[in-house]
T-cell receptor, first 113, second 111 residues
Framework: DAGITQSPRHKVTETGTPVTLRCHQT?????MYWYRQDPGHGLRLIHY???????DKGEVSDGYSVSRSKTEDFLLTLESATSSQTSVYFC????????????FGEGSWLTVV | RKEVEQDPGPFNVPEGATVAFNCTYS??????FFWYRQDCRKEPKLLMS???SGNEDGRFTAQLNRASQYISLLIRDSKLSDSATYLC????????????FGKGTSLLVTP
């Protein structure tokens, strides 16, 4: 059990609407990540956090924002969803206690129509 | 050049075969290395860490070659259940967020 849960697991939304994906962890991971995975691209980092209120951009951050108000929760927001953001989103956590191993949540499948 | 590169495959092998995957990395200062397994429509899961001296876990053996900057994964006596995508992961520092993922190598084990 990775101790990382994502919600919602599946969502269909309309273009232009805001969407928030939630990641909750119970392992006191210091680092948390949001990735998207698309065919032919592998896992691409959207944003990451290295502590409460400490976040930074990854390689595909345009159109996304994140917040981390407490250690356990890392939120990913699509301010105005577009069809290009249809993807599967994985949250992940990592910390020294886990030997730098990264653990993933089960994924959130988002379809923007 | 991508930081971590893998042959995407697919590798199609019969049950019982031995198959090996390689992964090359570009940053000579990379510190930690992992192999992850990802099943279709599932999250990646840690298969094994890769240690400098090489390590084995049952049918799986991981090797690190720092001089040539690659890691390898050897699967012996392949099972149908080994069919999955195998991701190479390289950590470039102890600061945590310097992770680099390969795109994965697809393995299909056939009866």
């Amino acid at each position: 059990d990775a101790g990382i849960t994502q919600s919602p697991r599946h969502k269909v939304t309309e273009t232009g609407t805001p969407v928030t994906l939630r990641c909750h962890q119970t392992e006191n991971h210091r680092y948390m990540y949001w990735y998207r995975q698309d065919p032919g691209h592998g896992l691409r980092l959207i944003h990451y956090s290295y502590g409460v209120k400490d976040t930074d951009k990854g390689e595909v951050s345009d159109g996304y924002s994140v917040s981390r108000s407490k250690t356990e929760d890392f939120l990913l927001t699509l301010e105005s969803a577009t069809s290009s953001q249809t993807s599967v989103y994985f949250c992940a956590g990592q910390g020294l206690l886990s030997g730098n191993t990264i653990y993933f949540g089960e994924g959130s499948w988002l379809t923007v129509v | 050049r991508k930081e971590v590169e893998q042959d995407p495959g697919p590798f199609n092998v019969p049950e019982g075969a031995t198959v090996a995957f390689n992964c090359t990395y570009s940053n000579s200062a990379s510190q930690s290395f992992f192999w992850y397994r990802q099943d279709c429509r599932k999250e990646p899961k840690l298969l094994m860490s890769v240690y400098s001296s090489g390590n084995e876990d049952g049918r799986f053996t991981a090797q690190l070659n720092r001089a040539s900057q690659y890691i390898s994964l050897l699967i012996r006596d392949s099972k149908l259940s080994d069919s999955a995508t195998y991701l190479c992961v390289v950590l470039n520092s102890n600061s945590g967020y310097a992770l680099n993922f390969g795109k994965g190598t697809s393995l299909l084990v056939t009866p």
